[in-house]
Every structure is written in structure tokens, then in C-alpha cells.
């Protein structure tokens, strides 16, 4: 059995680690820590081997933007159109000038023309295609559609010295000849942008092996960190791919089984009743798992994207259906992959352990309805001022506001995966902090019926309720699992309210009439015992979740029915029928249920106290819980001697606050009031 159980708890946190170690990424992490502006602290570095030195992105931009500025356009020359219109001035009757314009105008076509709207402003150069060849030719050789024929009008008149040639040009058309013969061609233009842009190296230099790259002491320049950047990619290129691959896969399993022994080592110190607890042990492994195994792929992938992974859910899964002990250390854990993989992974792990830390807080009020997404800005309020403070120290050099989109994103991201809480509620058998505050609601339909029915049970169960509160928030108990566990403990009374005394001094009409008149003890025992099971079969057809029915099975644990079994000695009754005087059980097992029994106890007991001050209420609670004790009901539950005293102290001041002292009026005020 032992081994089993053994394997029950282990099994899971191997499967985990090798689903860890599957999806780590291959290649090596660089070993240092560094940032522009800081001083180096570790030993003087020399390159171990050759690497080129990578320009930043700063660099490459202002390049990019060189290549586009020196822009050069695209044109096709068309010497059909060129050999159309000298052609048509050919077959004019121009006389004399014939040869002279005919000269100008081919001269200027065959330089190329433009319409107006072509000619290019800013580039100083132009490609010409002639005859399947281009070439580069200045921008002013080529004319525009009204210089070209200013041009001709200029030739004509200088060669021929006529002072009408403008009026003989007019007269002829000869201006009609000049059309574009220059056609622009967007998509080699794009092309050959295209190509100029890509022929920017992406590097700018080179280190050779054993060239000093930075020394101990040295503050890191920008030229210093664009030579570690380069160094940094190389190496981790190079370990990943050409570089002994078994050492980091080795090192991957290493890693995974660290996390899952940190991991198993927060829950118990958190306490072993997590051990004890299949259900919501298997759910912290899946936790874990879940969060630590997406944070190891997405660095395999690519890094960057953790500023859009919501990493923060893993905190609002674990408040959920987790004590707030155990949150953060797992929360914890879950997140320290961040560390050993991801680029900037200690400035993320502060970023999400913020994040994380402000939504544990925040979600026990935020989580009902569109509080959800107030509980979404909120995290992301508190990432972004712990980005904005690792920016402003040079922890984080990448772009701010890109940065911060990514988490804005996730914050939300996170609200859309909070439903699946109750996809992992059925899943698991568990219940939510959410299901245990609808639970909580007096106003809900079955407590209205158990105020109805019995009015009496009801105000004890309030009472019981308020007590159990106070005494699990001096142990860090769950107080809502208590407050729900006390308001139905003994709904089973509403099957039989005049069988209990809360409830027949407000049912009964007749103070003659007692249920208990002319039964037998044995008869009397058995019917009070019988809430306990008529509370379970009630609590199974409203559908309760299991961690409340044993509320109701274990509130009275296996104690006997005192009154009626003393009555039942004192009337010379058989003591081997004590069985039928005893509760069926079982003794309560958690800290919950051990507060519920002993408020219970105390509550219902409290009524016959007869002198109220702090010595009456401390022997009053010690009794009870001795009574207890020495009844063997605590001998398997999970809490300790100093719990147990924590509970006690808290019962006592509870129960001094509810009977406090009250100042005395004056007698003129006694009047006053009486005759109101």
C-alpha cells in the first residue's frame, strides 16, 4: 500500500518532468547578465572563437532608410514612339527649317521624354531600358513633356535664327510630335528597391578568436554591448546546432527534475495535508505543469511572446480551489523557468510574480461577472509599473510601447481563460471559491426552506457560522468552506424541526406539548441522530459538492447523545445499546470540520451559560473541547495541538464579544424607554 501510494504522488511528477524536459528549448543559455551603461562584473571575456559583429537595429533602420532615399525609378524606353514622331515631321513641308527641326526633335526624343507628372524630384538618377538593356542615366538628360518642347523651340530658334519659329511650329504641329516616350515601370522600380535593401549586411565587423571583447570592471558601452549581443547569438546558435546537443538535452532533464523537487518541496512545506488530498494534489501537479510546461515551449519558440502569455492565470487557478499557503510557493515555482530559459528572464519573473501577486489579493473580490475584467486592469496596471521601473533601470532594453501592448493582451487573455475553473471543478471534483460564495447566499432557496421550516436551526446555523469564522481565520483555515459547512450542517432537521429544542419555543403553539413527551430515550436518540443522515440524503438531491456533505456526516463525529443517554442509564437502561445512542460518524478528519464540530458544540451549549465572564468562558470552552478529546474525535484529524489551542483562544474572545457587558442607564432613562 505504501509503494502505491508512493507512486500515486510520484508517478505524476515524472511525467511532468519529462514533458518539461521534451519541450525545453535546445539550445544553450548565454551565462551572463548585462546592459548597456553598467559595469562588467564577471571575468575579462575573450572570444572563443570567430563570430561577426551584428549591427543593432538602430543601425539597420538608418541603413534601410538610406537604401530607400537613394531610390532610383524604372523607365522603358519605347522607340516606336520615337521613330512615329520623327517620321511625321519628316513628311512636313517645313522648307529650310525641315533638317533643323527634324534634328532638334530627334535629339530630344531619343534622350527620353516624360509627361509632366513623371518626372522624379528627388532622384538624381534614372534606369533607362533600351533594347533589353538598362542603363543608369542622369534624371536631367530626360525631359518633361513641356521642357521638351520649350527645348525644341530653343534648338530651333538658335540653329536657324528665324524669330517666327514658334508661330511655325504652332502652324505645323510640330509641338504635337513631342509625346512621352519614357513609360514608368512601378513593379521593377519595387523590384530593384526591393533588392537594394536587401543587399544591407546584417553585420558589421568581426571578432576573431581570442580578441578581448570586454574586461572585468569595464563599463559595457553600446559598442561593447552590440560586440556581446553578436557574441551572444553566436554562442547560443552555435551550442544549438553545431555544439554538443546530448549536454543540453541532459541539462533540460536536470532542470526538469529540480522544478519538480522545488515544487513537491513547497507543497509540503505548505503542509502535507496536500499530500493526503488526491484531488487537489493532482490539481497543483496540472497547475504546474501546465504554466511551467507552456513558459519552456514558448522560449523554444520564440521569447518575445511571454509578454502575451498569460502567466498571471496560473495565480487565479490556484485561488480557485487552493489555501492561500500554498498559492504562492507553487505560483512560484511555476514561474522559475522564466529564469532559466527565457531572454530578460529575471525582469519577467518580476514582472508576472507582481502581476500574479496583485491578482491573488484582488480576485477574493473581483472575480464575480464584469469584475472579472477590473480584475484584468488591475494586473495589468501592476506589470506595467514593474516594466516601466526595470525599463527606466536598463534591465529591459526593447521597445516600450510594443512591450507593453503584450501585456495588456495577456492580462485579458486571462480573463478569458478564467472560465475554465469549472471545467477543472467537475475534472477534478472540486470546488471553487466562486461555488462556495453561491453556497453562502442565505437568500439561496434551500436555506430560505430550513428558515422556514425551522426557524430555530436556522438562527443556530447563522451563529454557528459567525463563530466558525472567527476560529478558522486564527488557524488559516478556508473561512468560506467553514461558512458554508456551518450553514448546512443540519439541514436534516427540516425533515423533523419539532424534534429539536431551538425549534419549539417557535413552532410549538402549545408549551404543553413536547415532541419528546412519552418517547424513550432510545426512541428520542434515534430520532435526533436521524438529521444526520436525512442532511446527507437531502444534500445529495440538491446536488451539494462532497466537501460540504461531510459537514454534515462529521459534525457530531461519533459522539453519543448525552441527555438521553444518561437518561437511558439512569433508567437502568442496557449500557451494551450504547450504539444506538452514538452518532454513525465518521470523526471529523480536517482542520475545517474539527472548528465546525467544536462551534457547533459550543454554540448549542452556550445557551445554559449563567455567568458570563472571561474565567466562566474559558472553563466553559476547555470542558467542551476536552469533551472531545477524550471522546477520541480528533485522533485522525489533521490539526495540531497549537491549532487547537489557536481555536480555543479564538471561541473564547468570540464568545465574551457576543455576551459583552452593557453600561447601566440612569433610572430617567430607564422610563424613557419604557415609555417608548
Not at 554538443?244 to 541539462?251: F, T
Not at 488526491?278 to 511571454?306: E, Q
Not at 516600450?400 to 477543472?424: E, N, Q, T, W
Amino acid at each position: 500500500m505504501k509503494l502505491t501510494a508512493r507512486l500515486d504522488k510520484f508517478l505524476p511528477l515524472l511525467i511532468v518532468a519529462a514533458l518539461i524536459a521534451a519541450v525545453a528549448p535546445r539550445t544553450a543559455k548565454f551565462g551572463y547578465d548585462y546592459k548597456k551603461g553598467a559595469t562588467w562584473n564577471y571575468e575579462t571575456l575573450f572570444a572563443p572563437f570567430d563570430f561577426p559583429i551584428l549591427k543593432t537595429v538602430e543601425q539597420m533602420q538608418e541603413e534601410t532608410a538610406r537604401a530607400l532615399d537613394a531610390y532610383v525609378p524604372y523607365f522603358k524606353y519605347s522607340a516606336g514612339v520615337t521613330g512615329s514622331s520623327i517620321s511625321a515631321a519628316e513628311a512636313l513641308d517645313l522648307g529650310a527649317l525641315k533638317p533643323v527641326v527634324t534634328g532638334a526633335l530627334r535629339s530630344i526624343m531619343e534622350k527620353g521624354v516624360l509627361a509632366d507628372d513623371e518626372v522624379p524630384e528627388n532622384a538624381d538618377l534614372i534606369y533607362v531600358q533600351k533594347d533589353k538593356r538598362a542603363v543608369r542615366v542622369p534624371s536631367s538628360e530626360v525631359l518633361g513633356l513641356s521642357q521638351a518642347r520649350a527645348r525644341l523651340l530653343s534648338e530651333v530658334q538658335e540653329a536657324s535664327g528665324y524669330a517666327s519659329a514658334d508661330s511655325l511650329l504652332k502652324q505645323y504641329g510640330v509641338y504635337g510630335l513631342i509625346v512621352p516616350n519614357l513609360v514608368f515601370d512601378a513593379k521593377t522600380s519595387e523590384a530593384v528597391s526591393a533588392e537594394a535593401v536587401s543587399r544591407i549586411s546584417p553585420t558589421g565587423g568581426y571578432v576573431s578568436a581570442g580578441q578581448l571583447i570586454v574586461s572585468n570592471g569595464e563599463v559595457v558601452t553600446a559598442e561593447v554591448a552590440q560586440i556581446l549581443d553578436s557574441y551572444k547569438k553566436e554562442y547560443e546558435n552555435s551550442m544549438g546546432s553545431s555544439g554538443p546537443v546530448y549536454l543540453s538535452i541532459l541539462g533540460n532533464i536536470l532542470v526538469a527534475l529540480l522544478l519538480i523537487c522545488l515544487f513537491f518541496l513547497s507543497i509540503v512545506f505548505s503542509g502535507k495535508s496536500f499530500l493526503s488530498d488526491n484531488r487537489s494534489y493532482y490539481y497543483l501537479v496540472f497547475v504546474f505543469a501546465l504554466f511551467s510546461a507552456a513558459i519552456t515551449l514558448v522560449c523554444r519558440i520564440d521569447s518575445s511572446w511571454l509578454f502575451i502569455t498569460p502567466l498571471t492565470l496560473a495565480a487565479l487557478y490556484l485561488q480557485a480551489f487552493v489555501r492561500a499557503r500554498v498559492i504562492v510557493p507553487v505560483y512560484i515555482v511555476s514561474l522559475l523557468p522564466l529564469l532559466v530559459y527565457a531572454d530578460y528572464g529575471a525582469p519577467l519573473f518580476i514582472i508576472f510574480l507582481t502581476g500574479g501577486m496583485v491578482s491573488i489579493y484582488a480576485s477574493r473580490y473581483l472575480v464575480q461577472g464584469w469584475k472579472q475584467f477590473l480584475l484584468a486592469l488591475i494586473n495589468f496596471i501592476a506589470m506595467a509599473l514593474a516594466y516601466l521601473a526595470l525599463h527606466l533601470t536598463g534591465a529591459i532594453n526593447t521597445p516600450m510601447l510594443p512591450d507593453l501592448l503584450r501585456l495588456m493582451i495577456a492580462s485579458f487573455l486571462a480573463v478569458a481563460g478564467y472560465p475554465l475553473i469549472y471545467l477543472f471543478e467537475k475534472i477534478f471534483n472540486l470546488v471553487s471559491n466562486s461555488r462556495l460564495a453561491e453556497l453562502a447566499d442565505t437568500s439561496s432557496s434551500l436555506l430560505r426552506e430550513l428558515e422556514q421550516k425551522a426557524p430555530g436551526t436556522f438562527q443556530h446555523s447563522l451563529q454557528v457560522m459567525n463563530m466558525a469564522d472567527a476560529a478558522a481565520r486564527a488557524i488559516d483555515a478556508n473561512p468560506l468552506l467553514l461558512r458554508v459547512g456551518a450553514l448546512y450542517h443540519d439541514i436534516g432537521k427540516m425533515n423533523n424541526p419539532m424534534c429539536f429544542i431551538e425549534n419549539e419555543s417557535m413552532l410549538n403553539k402549545s408549551e404543553d406539548q413536547k415532541y419528546h413527551t412519552g418517547l424513550s430515550p432510545k426512541q428520542s436518540a434515534e430520532d435526533i441522530i436521524k438529521h444526520v443522515s436525512d442532511g446527507v440524503d437531502m444534500a445529495r438531491k440538491q446536488r451539494l459538492p462532497d466537501i460540504v456533505v461531510n459537514f454534515i456526516r462529521t459534525h457530531h463525529g461519533t459522539t453519543v447523545t448525552g441527555y438521553f443517554w444518561g437518561k437511558h442509564l439512569a433508567g437502568k437502561g442496557d449500557p451494551a445499546e450504547k450504539s444506538s445512542f452514538s452518532y454513525p460518524g465518521p470523526a471529523p478528519t480536517t482542520k475545517e470540520q474539527v472548528v465546525l464540530m467544536l462551534c457547533d458544540s459550543i454554540e448549542a451549549a452556550s445557551r445554559t451559560l449563567t455567568e458570563y465572564t472571561p474565567e466562566a468562558f474559558s472553563a466553559f470552552v476547555e470542558k467542551i473541547v476536552q469533551g472531545k478529546v477524550d471522546q477520541g474525535q480528533l485522533l485522525n484529524a489533521e490539526i495540531t495541538i497549537k491549532e487547537l489551542n489557536e481555536v480555543k483562544q479564538a471561541l473564547k474572545a468570540y464568545l465574551a464579544q457576543m455576551h459583552h457587558g452593557r453600561v447601566a442607564y440612569p433610572a430617567t432613562r430607564k422610563k424613557f424607554l419604557n415609555f417608548k
